[in-house]
């Protein structure tokens, strides 16, 4: 019973000797930065913006305001590609007024048997038309004027 009082009294002597007890606080003090820390990271990752859902419709770019629904809009063009299997055709397109810029993209068709009217290199007048489920192809001949 004495000799565990004095090992008591030893470890209470040796807590409380100046470099001891530096060990002691600065091994609270290195925990509390570990917690910190990583309360830190905790918060970092729930303030990172949430990546933005992905969108159907494409960016719009300046200038050109968002479709008008279900209407006809006339383009020129000339096709790049057509793939039958998938129904899209490849066009590299001149500017089409009032829905987007010159630029070569992909259309898809309803109609499939508008592929008959055209091929690639072709230059093509077609009609694009903007609906709830999509852009698309719905008028395709070979241009009459051939000097563009
Ligand atoms: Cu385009």
């Not at 530096?22 to 925990?31: D, K, Q, R, T, Y």
């Not at 930065?33 to 729930?46: F, G, T, Y």
């Not at 279900?70 to 397109?93: C, D, F, M």
């Not at 999509?134 to 000097?147: C, D, F, I, M, W």
């Amino acid at each position: 019973m004495a000799s565990t009082l004095m090992s008591l009294t030893t470890v209470l002597n040796n807590l409380f000797e100046p470099s001891k007890r530096n060990v002691c606080s600065s091994l609270i003090i290195l925990s509390l930065l570990l917690i910190s820390s990583c309360q830190k990271q905790e918060r970092a990752v729930q303030t990172a913006q949430p990546a933005p859902a992905p969108s159907t419709m494409p960016a719009r770019p300046p200038g050109y305001p968002p479709p008008v629904m279900n209407q006809p809009y006339p383009a020129t063009g000339v096709v790049v590609l057509i793939n039958r299997k998938e129904g899209w055709i490849e066009i590299n397109h001149d500017e089409i007024k009032g829905l987007m810029p010159a630029m070569q993209m992909e259309f898809w068709v309803k109609d499939k048997s508008l592929f008959n009217n055209a091929k690639a290199g072709d230059r093509v007048d077609f009609t694009i038309v903007e609906t709830e489920k999509g852009e698309y192809l719905t008028e395709l001949k070979r241009a009459s004027n051939k000097s563009r």
